[in-house]
């Protein structure tokens, strides 16, 4: 082939890849009444719920030595299939595949660890939240950090992209802080004495200073709580309306306590109070 | 606790889950090798002809597939399809479909270069004793092409088997992903659990590759 035809043969590829991808974007990603495949009444009907749920998240989402799922997002997802009485299909996520496995209809309905953020409220339907989490600061036992002004002018210990950066580098501008590109990095460096503390997600520093006994979560909470919330796809009213009334009642019922205690609390340990990361507003 | 980590390997429904996973792996690649070595070689022997418009389409597919990377092209299969085609298949039947159109591309260059190399004077010869253009393929140009891609037809398969590590990108259950799974699970336990875990994948990646390196070397010498 000669040059001339061959670059056409590029131009052409890289045409025909486009019109494959664009219908994607041209296409609104909202779910309209008629043809909703995952409204109350469709599953229903199909007899199945098709549910995104973490695999490899202990203790929210994970496969135990019996290779069954089990978890505080499963514990939840198994009770949402038994109130609509349909049988479950679990589909496994990654953190970064939970937006478009609801928008390409693989699944109805999001139980994975998910936090409401104004970007993805954008995308996707966020139910009444089931769990609450926030940036939290841990200091050995012996130095404790209780206060966030203590911290004025010493080094704190985060990793990159994390709340917890965010937070203090906005909110906290007179912390130093040092960044590690991962969690066994940050740990490795409080251990080291790099720093006289440790901001991370408090769920993870709950579970962590249950290990090392030595450590403190001296701030349990700071800064902006977050959500962790089921949803569902953009416009799916139906389906959304039904998971608010069931979160409503399951939160009567105490079940998130009692999930609390069965799922979350042999990982968190003593220090934790279910208040602290259930939401009990009845 | 002390104790070394390969008891994890060994604990529960590891090992069977571990298998499972590999079996998944192994059907994915093995229909796609198949099902596209077969398409492949039909391709292939189509780039030959002669016809302009036949050869344009065919490098076209070729490129596409040759140029996307594999990640991209699973994600486009699982995600956009089924949004703007509404087509949605369950995720290993979307890994199958893939690896099989990217195999088939692949194969059918493979197979191209390994026709057009065989000498003239056989296609010659070939026409002189009077055999027909189907008669030329199956008599002359096939078998003796075939040795021509066995290297090359090797490289591609155990790249296939491979990238099969990228399932789990796509929720495929295969045997990384089932892997992950259980060093997640036990990683309080068994901190060094992702080592043996590895390990024994590794293992098993190389049982599977290993007997087409062995195979492509027979072959070569008979």
């Given at each position: 082939?000669?040059?001339k035809?061959?670059?056409?043969?590029?131009?052409?590829t890289?045409?025909?890849?486009?019109?494959?991808i664009?219908?994607a974007?041209?296409?609104?990603t909202?779910?309209?009444?008629?043809?909703n495949d995952s409204?109350?009444?469709?599953i229903?009907?199909?007899?199945?719920?098709k549910?995104a749920?973490?695999?490899?998240l202990?203790?929210?989402?994970?496969v135990?030595?019996?290779g069954?799922?089990?978890?505080?997002?499963?514990?939840?997802?198994?009770?949402?299939?038994?109130?609509?009485?349909?049988?479950?299909?679990?589909?496994?996520?990654?953190?970064?595949?939970?937006?478009?496995?609801?928008n390409?209809?693989?699944?109805?309905?999001v139980?994975?660890?998910?936090?409401?953020t104004?970007?993805?409220?954008?995308?996707?339907?966020?139910?009444?939240?089931?769990?609450?989490?926030?940036?939290?600061?841990?200091?050995?036992k012996?130095k404790?950090?209780?206060k966030?002004?203590?911290l004025?002018?010493?080094d704190?210990?985060?990793?990159k992209?994390?709340?917890?950066?965010?937070?203090?580098t906005?909110?906290?501008?007179?912390?130093?802080?040092?960044?590690?590109?991962?969690?066994?990095?940050?740990?490795?460096?409080?251990?080291?004495?790099?720093?006289v503390?440790?901001?991370?997600?408090?769920?993870?520093?709950?579970?962590w200073?249950?290990?090392n006994?030595?450590?403190?979560?001296?701030?349990?909470?700071i800064g902006?709580?977050?959500?962790?919330?089921?949803a569902?796809?953009?416009?799916?009213?139906?389906?959304?309306?039904?998971?608010?009334?069931?979160?409503?009642?399951?939160?009567?019922?105490?079940?998130?306590?009692?999930?609390y205690?069965?799922q979350?609390?042999?990982y968190?340990?003593?220090?934790?109070?279910?208040s602290?990361?259930?939401?009990?507003?009845? | 606790?002390?104790?070394?980590?390969?008891?994890?390997?060994?604990?529960?429904q590891?090992?069977p889950?571990?298998?499972?996973?590999?079996?998944?792996?192994?059907?994915v690649a093995?229909?796609?090798?198949?099902?596209?070595?077969?398409?492949?070689?039909?391709?292939?022997?189509?780039r030959?002809?002669?016809?302009?418009?036949?050869?344009?389409?065919l490098?076209?597919?070729?490129?596409?597939?040759?140029i996307?990377?594999?990640?991209?092209l699973?994600?486009?299969?699982?995600?956009?399809?089924?949004?703007?085609m509404?087509?949605?298949?369950?995720a290993?039947?979307?890994?199958?479909?893939?690896?099989?159109?990217?195999?088939?591309?692949e194969?059918?260059?493979i197979?191209?270069?390994?026709?057009?190399?065989?000498?003239?004077?056989?296609?010659?010869?070939g026409?002189?004793?009077?055999?027909?253009?189907?008669?030329?393929?199956?008599?002359?140009?096939?078998?003796?092409?075939?040795?021509?891609?066995?290297?090359?037809?090797m490289?591609?398969?155990?790249?296939?088997?491979?990238?099969?590590?990228?399932?789990?990108?796509?929720?495929?259950?295969?045997?990384?992903?089932?892997?992950?799974?259980?060093?997640?699970?036990?990683?309080?336990?068994?901190?060094?659990?992702?080592f043996?875990?590895?390990?024994?994948i590794?293992?098993?990646y190389?049982?599977?590759?290993?007997?087409?390196?062995?195979?492509?070397?027979?072959l070569?010498?008979?």
């Open positions: 082939m000669n040059r035809s061959k670059s056409w043969v590029l131009i052409l890289v045409v025909a890849a486009l019109a494959l664009f219908p974007f041209a296409k609104p909202t779910a309209n009444a008629a043809s409204s109350v009444s469709a229903k009907k199909r007899g199945t719920i549910i749920v973490f695999q490899d202990p203790p929210y989402g994970w135990n030595k019996k069954k799922l089990t978890g505080y997002d499963l514990a939840l997802a198994r009770q949402v299939a038994k109130d609509l009485g349909v049988k479950t299909k679990f589909v496994q996520v990654n953190a970064n595949n939970r937006v478009d496995a609801l390409s209809n693989k699944v109805d309905i139980l994975a660890n998910f936090t409401v104004d970007e993805r409220k954008q995308v996707v339907d966020f139910a009444k939240p089931y769990m609450k989490v926030s940036v939290g600061v841990i200091s050995p012996s404790p950090i209780t966030v002004s203590q004025k002018g010493k704190l210990i985060v990793t992209g994390t709340t917890a950066e965010n937070y203090f906005a909110q906290q501008k007179d912390v130093n802080l040092q960044k590690y590109d991962s969690k066994t990095q940050q740990f490795n460096a409080l251990k080291n004495g790099r720093g503390a440790l901001a991370d997600d408090n769920s993870y520093l709950y579970a200073v249950k290990n006994p030595k450590y403190t979560v001296g701030i349990k909470s902006p709580k977050q959500y962790i919330a089921p569902v796809k953009k416009g799916n009213k139906s389906l959304l309306t039904w998971t608010n009334k069931e979160i409503t009642k399951l939160n009567k019922a105490n079940f998130f306590e009692k999930s205690n069965s979350l609390k042999p968190f340990g003593s220090e934790v109070k279910a602290d990361i259930i939401i009990t507003n009845k | 606790m002390a104790h070394s980590g390969i008891n994890l390997i060994f604990e529960g590891n090992l889950r571990l298998l499972g996973g590999l079996w998944i792996t192994i059907r093995l229909i796609a090798i198949i099902a596209g070595g077969v398409l492949g070689i039909f391709l292939g022997v189509l030959t002809f002669k016809n302009r418009f036949l050869r344009f389409i490098r076209l597919y070729l490129e596409f597939f040759r996307v990377p594999t990640v991209v699973l994600f486009l299969f699982y995600y956009i399809l089924p949004k703007s509404n087509l949605n298949l369950p290993a039947e979307v890994a199958t479909l893939v690896f099989t159109l990217w195999m088939a591309a194969a059918s260059d197979v191209r270069g390994a026709l057009i190399s065989v000498p003239q004077h056989q296609v010659d010869s026409l002189a004793i009077g055999l027909n253009r189907s008669q030329l393929y199956y008599y002359v140009l096939i078998p003796q092409s075939l040795k021509l891609m066995l290297p090359a037809m490289n591609l398969i155990s790249r296939i088997i491979k990238t099969t590590s990228l399932l789990l990108l796509i929720s495929v259950l295969d045997v990384i992903n089932v892997g992950q799974q259980i060093i997640e699970a036990n990683q309080k336990q068994y901190p060094q659990g992702a043996w875990v590895y390990g024994v590794f293992v098993l190389f049982l599977i590759c290993y007997p087409f390196s062995l195979l492509a070397k027979k070569q010498k008979d």
